[in-house]
Every structure is written in structure tokens, then in C-alpha cells.
């Protein structure tokens, strides 16, 4: 899964290694303290968002600096209808649904811009719904934030709750992104990175293509913030709607390797980490931790892990045949 | 009301103008979407915010000072993080810049805290009355200074040497170079003066507004919608662009209420991003 070019052997070899971690983080959480349960379920759910973002711009090419606003959408729709009485699971699938309704409309328009002028355009649609649910006070709470409820649950429980309903979110998106891209509608996903006005005149309908794929990254994005938000039980606009999150989940899928399967994966797993150390570790400068490391990563990494290491290895059987 | 709401709006408007015009220049020219923009203009209003404490000296005169200081770190920025990578394409340039913010975040964060500072000039209550509009001093000064600004910039980029391989590199890269022009230095240049301009908008700043790091963030949403109005890399544009931002958000916080100022701001771009990708100022600037 690492290089797309290997024999049945190593491929068979990679799915029981990604086997065993499944069941090895299935089984994890009896082990583990809170803390890290909590840790880990902020992997899973970065990771999710990040290969959504992976579907976007590592294949598409299409950088949605905005795109948490699915997040918030999630997180906030969500929190609307749980707050008028209705079922967990019903409001989750309500709140999908609007996230990938408000993405078509949107997407029509915006997907036509390219390059800066998309990513700039996200921005200001983040930024106009993030004001939209500070005003609206009476069906959001405005920008004090606002709660969701708590389950009536021994803590523990809870926590091994969203930690097994992040995974599978997680297990979910990155599954689907792999059939994705395999598939035809994979190939039109990625003609569009290499050359759009090419795959344009090839016969390819660019901008549905565009629309839907954006679509389905809505609604992974738009699940993470529902899940987000009932465990968190409560959630505020500047908190759900922050660029920062983007940016994140950005700098996770680079780090991993932009275009490829299990890079978000790793790359999420990395920074949270590596972040969740710089918190405890030296509070005071966290902020510039973050900001050399990520420097550091783009300079030193710009592949990402999994693309460095598929470059080592090509260069290796290239050594080899010659 | 009416003459007041325009002075107000015109006022504001200056500042955004010089405020739009580095941001435009750096991504127009150098094709940088500087998401540092908002914590350099900061940062010249905490250099500001020195130079006062220590000497009791105005902003309007330490804005050169900040200017000066701004100029080297941008060169310094650009020359050591952003020239390299500018073939990785625009994630790589939006992850560097975001990252500059949070360095230059931290340092400010450390040095001053989060707390909102001010700068109290002497002066600073006084106003003056033109017809039935009250105009306060230190806006009027601000306003003047930021036109006299952006004529210099204007000037500098039509009468300079620098400033005419600028916009050869910016109407054709090939070209210029062919003909000799150090096109990565004209690059850094383009961008340090940018930079200048923002630790100079950010003095400015300072003399009529208190700020703290969240102001960064305000800002940064501004430029945008500013450099976008105006279209990218047109002094001009951008200058209309902030006047007009200024209208906006003025007769915005009259007509709708101030709550709904950032938001028809965002609406206005994106609409102008949707329609009129060049911006509403005429035609596309060079290139």
C-alpha cells in the first residue's frame, strides 16, 4: 500500500500488519488511562479530517483553507437538534446531511475559482458562518458557546465510547478514500491535480467531479465535528470554526505525505503527539514549537513520511536493476 | 449623520488603504499569501508601543523605526524560508507564513501577554470640526500620512530602478530576467516593503487604536478582503479596495449593527471572488 508497484507478497504482508494494528487499537483502551484514551481519540478523530483534506488537495489539488467550516456545521447542527430533543444518531445523520447540502451549493460557485483565489474564498465562508452562528443567538447561544448533553454514563465508558466511534470514523474515511481513488471517479479525482483543463477536454465533467468530491469531504468532516461536539459536550463558535484546525490538519497530511493512503494517519498521530508534548513539556513557547517544527517539516520532509520513504525505496530496486 | 458617517468611513478607509497595499503587493507580486501579515503589523505596533514607553516619542515618528525593522525581518523571512520553497506551490508558502504567525504570536504573547495596550498621546481626545462632522486629530493625521504613503509606494514603483524591474518581474519573470533583472531579489525586495508597510500601518495603528495579538486576526481578515477588492497587486486597487472596506464596514455597523461588520466584509469578498476574480478596480494588473 506504501508503493503501488509491489507483488502479492508484500501486499498481503501490509494488510496483516494493518490487521493487527486494527485489532491491536481495538483492544487498546482496556490497557491505557484516560488521558491517553483521550489522546488517542484526538488522533483518530485529526486523522479523519486530515484524509479528507488528503481527498482534496493530496489528490485533487484543491487547498479548502475553510474547510472546518464542516466541522463547525457538524458540530453545530448537531448540538441544535440534540438540544430540541432528538436522538444522537438521528441528529448526527441530520447534521451530515446539511454539511453536504451547504457543500453543493457552495461548491458550485466556489469550485470554479483555482489555486489562491479557493483557498482565500473558503477562508471568507468560514469566516461569514462563524459570524452568522455568533449573531443567531436564540438557535446557536451565540458566541458564548453552547452544550450538548451529557450521557448518563460512568466517564470511563464514555471515553471508551468515542474512542472506538472515532476509530471506526477513522477506519470508515480512510477505507472509503482508498476505494475512491482506485476507482474510475479515483482516476477523474486525479487527472484534475495533474492538469485540469486537460482532463477538461478529455471528456472528464470537472466540475461535478469537483462538487462531489468536496461533498464526501464535507461529510467526513462535517461526522468528525458531531463527534466532536457530544464529546466535548460543549462547544463554542471560535472553537469549532478555527482556521487553526484546518492548518492543522494541513500541516498533518504533509508531514505524512499528501496523496497517500496511510500518510494523514501517521501525520495526525505525529503532531498530536508531538503537540501533546510541547503543551506539557513547555507551554510558555508552544505556539513557536509548533511553528520551527513545522518549518522544519515542510523544509527537511516537503514529500512527507510515506513519500520519503516510497522515494528511498524506489531508489533502492532502481540500484538493484541496475 | 450623514457628512460624519462619510468623514468616518473615509478615515477608516485610509488606514486599511496603506494597510491593503503591502499585503497585495506581497501576494501579487511575489506570489505569497503572507499569513504572517496580520502579526508584522502587530508587531510594529508593539515596536511602537517601545519606542513610546522609553522616549515619549509619537508613533508618527516611530513608524519608521518599525518600518526599518519590518523591512529587515521580511527580507530575512523571505530570504531564508520562503525563496526556497516557492516551487513547492502555495500550500507550502500558506504553511510557512502560518507558521511565521505563530512564532511571531509566541514572542509577542511572551514579551507583552495578551493584554490589549495603548498608546495615550497627549493629543489624543482633540478634534476638529469640518461642518457639522467632528474629526478627530490623531485619525486625520493617520489618514494623511497613510495617502502620503501610498503615493510614495506609487512613486517608488514608477520612478525607481528597483521599483521598474518590480513590475517587469511582475508583468513577465522570463522576460525580465533575460533582460538582466535579478528577479529573486526583486522578489525580496517586493516583499521586505510589503512587510515595511505593515510595520508602518501597524504604528499607525497603534496611535488611535489599543491592541493585543487577537488584533492580528481582525487584520488579517481585512487585508484580504482589501487585496481582493482592489485586485492583487495594484496600488490603486488596493487603496479604492480599503476606502471601500472602510465604507462598507461603516455604513455595515450603521445600517446592520456592528456585530454583522466582519461577517458583510467576508460576503463582499467572496462575492467580488466569485464575480470579478480581478477585482472591481478596472482591469487586471500586469500579468
Known amino acids: 500500500m506504501l508503493v503501488r508497484d509491489e507483488g502479492n507478497f508484500s501486499k498481503s504482508i501490509n494488510l496483516i500488519i494493518i490487521a493487527v494494528t486494527i485489532i491491536v487499537l481495538l483492544l487498546l483502551p482496556r490497557y491505557i488511562s484516560g488521558y491517553y484514551i483521550r489522546l488517542f481519540t484526538a488522533i483518530f478523530m485529526y486523522a479523519s479530517i486530515a484524509q479528507a483534506f488528503n481527498l482534496m488537495s493530496g489528490y485533487m489539488g484543491y487547498i479548502p483553507f475553510g474547510h472546518v467550516m464542516f466541522f463547525g456545521i457538524g458540530a453545530y447542527v448537531t448540538a441544535i437538534f440534540m438540544g430540541r430533543g432528538l436522538n444522537f444518531i438521528v441528529a448526527i445523520l441530520l447534521a451530515a446531511l446539511v454539511a453536504v447540502i451547504t457543500s453543493v451549493i457552495l461548491g458550485f460557485p466556489v469550485l470554479r475559482?483555482?489555486?489562491h483565489y479557493f483557498a482565500i474564498a473558503t477562508i471568507g465562508m468560514n469566516g461569514a458562518l462563524m459570524s452568522v452562528v455568533q449573531n443567531f443567538t436564540d438557535i446557536t447561544g451565540g458566541a458564548m458557546g453552547t452544550t450538548l448533553p451529557i450521557i448518563a454514563k460512568p466517564p470511563a465508558l464514555v471515553y471508551n465510547y468515542f474512542y472506538l466511534a472515532m476509530f471506526s470514523l477513522m477506519v470508515f474515511t480512510t477505507l472509503l478514500v482508498y476505494f475512491i481513488i482506485h476507482s474510475k471517479f479515483g482516476y477523474a479525482i486525479r487527472s484534475i491535480k495533474a492538469n485540469e483543463d486537460a482532463a477538461n477536454s478529455m471528456g472528464i465533467n470537472t466540475t461535478s467531479t469537483k462538487v462531489i468530491t468536496w461533498a464526501i469531504a464535507a461529510l467526513f468532516t462535517s461526522l468528525a465535528g458531531s463527534l466532536y461536539g457530544y464529546w466535548m459536550s460543549f462547544i463554542a463558535p471560535e472553537e469549532v470554526f478555527n482556521v487553526m484546525i484546518s492548518v492543522n490538519t494541513i500541516v498533518m497530511m504533509l508531514i505524512g505525505g499528501a496523496g497517500t493512503i496511510l500518510g494523514p494517519i501517521l501525520g495526525s498521530f505525529i503532531i498530536e503527539v508531538v503537540s501533546e508534548f510541547a503543551w506539557s513539556g513547555f507551554m510558555e513557547y508552544h505556539l513557536a514549537a509548533l511553528?520551527?517544527?513545522t518549518i522544519i517539516i515542510v523544509f527537511f520532509v516537503p514529500r512527507g513520511l510515506v513519500g520519503t520513504i516510497a522515494d528511498l525505496r524506489n531508489r533502492k530496486m532502481v540500484k538493484i536493476k541496475q | 449623520m450623514g457628512l460624519q458617517?462619510?468623514?468616518?468611513?473615509?478615515?477608516?478607509g485610509g488606514l486599511y488603504a496603506l494597510m491593503g497595499i503591502g499585503f497585495s503587493l506581497q501576494w501579487g507580486i511575489s506570489g505569497i499569501i503572507n499569513l504572517s501579515y496580520g502579526a508584522m503589523v502587530v508587531l510594529g505596533s508593539y515596536l511602537s508601543?517601545?519606542?513610546?514607553?522609553?522616549?515619549r516619542i509619537d508613533p508618527f515618528i516611530s513608524m519608521f523605526f518599525s518600518g526599518a525593522i519590518l523591512f529587515f525581518l521580511g527580507a530575512f523571512v523571505?530570504?531564508?524560508?520562503?525563496?526556497p520553497l516557492l516551487k513547492g506551490g502555495i500550500v507550502f508558502t500558506l504553511i510557512i507564513t502560518f507558521a511565521i504567525r505563530l512564532v511571531l504570536e509566541n514572542i509577542i504573547l511572551l514579551v507583552w501577554s495578551a493584554d490589549y495596550r495603548t498608546i495615550r498621546l497627549t493629543y489624543a481626545g482633540s478634534n476638529f470640526r469640518f461642518f457639522e462632522a467632528f474629526i478627530p486629530l490623531t485619525k486625520f493625521i493617520t489618514f494623511i500620512i497613510a495617502l502620503i504613503l501610498v503615493y510614495l509606494t506609487y512613486l517608488f514603483m514608477m520612478n525607481t530602478k528597483v521599483g521598474k524591474g518590480i513590475q517587469a518581474v511582475a508583468l513577465d519573470k522570463e522576460g525580465a530576467e533575460a533582460v538582466g533583472v535579478d528577479v529573486q531579489k526583486m522578489y525580496l525586495i517586493n516583499f521586505a516593503l510589503g512587510t515595511a508597510l505593515a510595520g508602518i500601518t501597524g504604528s499607525l495603528w497603534a496611535s488611535i487604536y489599543s491592541f493585543s495579538p487577537h488584533v492580528m486576526n481582525v487584520i488579517i481578515g481585512k487585508?484580504?478582503?482589501i487585496a481582493i477588492l482592489g485586485g492583487l497587486g495594484n496600488i490603486w486597487g488596493a487603496a479604492a479596495g480599503g476606502l471601500l472596506l472602510g465604507i462598507a464596514e461603516?455604513?455595515?455597523a450603521t445600517f446592520l449593527g456592528s456585530q454583522w461588520q466582519e461577517a458583510l466584509g467576508l460576503v463582499i469578498m467572496v462575492t467580488v471572488l466569485l464575480f470579478r476574480p480581478h477585482g472591481l478596480i478596472g482591469k487586471k494588473f500586469f500579468g
Open chain 2, 5 to 12: 458617517m462619510f468623514v468616518n468611513a473615509l478615515l477608516l
Open chain 1, 291 to 293: 511553528g520551527i517544527a
Open chain 2, 250 to 252: 461603516t455604513s455595515g
Open chain 1, 113 to 115: 475559482l483555482r489555486g
Open chain 2, 223 to 225: 487585508v484580504f478582503i
Open chain 2, 49 to 55: 508601543l517601545i519606542i513610546f514607553n522609553l522616549l
Open chain 2, 78 to 83: 523571505y530570504r531564508f524560508s520562503l525563496q
